[in-house]
């Protein structure tokens, strides 16, 4: 959401950003729009903060997904568990052992 040359960590606003969106809006009377261009967020975000409250936004994810490991994850996690020990200094001998049997199984 911020741009990471402002220094800000991805997918959560700070106290400045918010204080910079509703000085704008409700101080110099910026539409959101133009709000967005300048600070580089997008309208529903802008939105979000004027509506609500909040001083501070984050949003953690619960659950990561993995939708292309999906359907031979539990395949891949047997594989690395099981042959540790057979392996170069890189991890190349599972890697390239896992995608053999993926390829062979149709997977890849």
């Known amino acids: 959401m ?3 040359e402002l220094g800000a960590e991805s997918g959560m606003l700070v106290v400045e950003t ?3 969106i509703r000085r704008a809006h409700f101080v110099d009377g910026k ?3 133009q709000i967005c261009r300048e600070l580089k967020l997008s309208r ?3 939105r979000k903060v004027l509506r609500s409250e ?3 936004f984050e949003y953690k994810r619960s659950v990561q997904p993995h939708p ?8 891949l996690e047997r594989l690395l568990t099981v042959e540790r020990d057979d ?3 890189r991890g190349a001998t ?8 993926g390829r062979t199984a149709g997977r890849a």
């Not at 292309?68 to 395949?75: H, P, Q, T, V």
């Not at 599972?94 to 049997?101: E, F, Q």
């Open 44 to 46: 529903k975000v802008v």
């Open 18 to 20: 918010i204080a910079k």
């Open 87 to 89: 392996q170069d200094e």
């Open 31 to 33: 539409p959101i729009k």
């Open 68 to 75: 292309k490991l999906g359907a031979w994850r539990e395949d």
């Open 94 to 101: 599972i890697w390239m052992r896992a995608w053999r049997r």
């Open 54 to 56: 909040e001083t501070a």
């Open 2 to 4: 911020l741009p990471r």
